[in-house]
C-alpha cells in the first residue's frame, strides 16, 4: 500500500455538504471525492505545463512546410488547412 498523508482541510459549509451530497450519491466517501478532485486538478496543471514546454521548443516554419509541401495524398475535406 502507499504511503497516505493526512491534511486538515476546512471548507466553506456549503461546499462541503455538496461534496457531501454528490460523494454520497456516487456511492463514494468524501475523502475519495476531495483526493480525486485533488488528483484531478494536479493532472489538467502538469499537462498543460507539458504542452507549454513543447510549445516552446515547437519549430512551426517546420512544421507548417510538411503541412504545405507538394506530393503525396489530397487531405480529405475534414483535415485541410483553413
Given at each position: 500500500m502507499k504511503k497516505v498523508s493526512t491534511y486538515p482541510l476546512r471548507l466553506p459549509?456549503?461546499?462541503k455538504n455538496?461534496?457531501?451530497?454528490i460523494s454520497r450519491e456516487d456511492g463514494t466517501?468524501?475523502?475519495q471525492f476531495v483526493a480525486m478532485a485533488?488528483?484531478?486538478k494536479?493532472?489538467?496543471?502538469k499537462t498543460a505545463e507539458f504542452f507549454a514546454?513543447?510549445?516552446a521548443e515547437a519549430d512551426i516554419e517546420a512544421g507548417l512546410r510538411v503541412l504545405t509541401r507538394?506530393?503525396?495524398q489530397t487531405p480529405r475535406?475534414?483535415?485541410m488547412l483553413r
Open positions: 459549509a456549503s461546499l455538496a461534496v457531501a451530497e466517501s468524501m475523502n485533488v488528483a484531478e494536479v493532472s489538467a496543471l514546454a513543447r510549445r507538394s506530393g503525396g475535406s475534414d483535415d
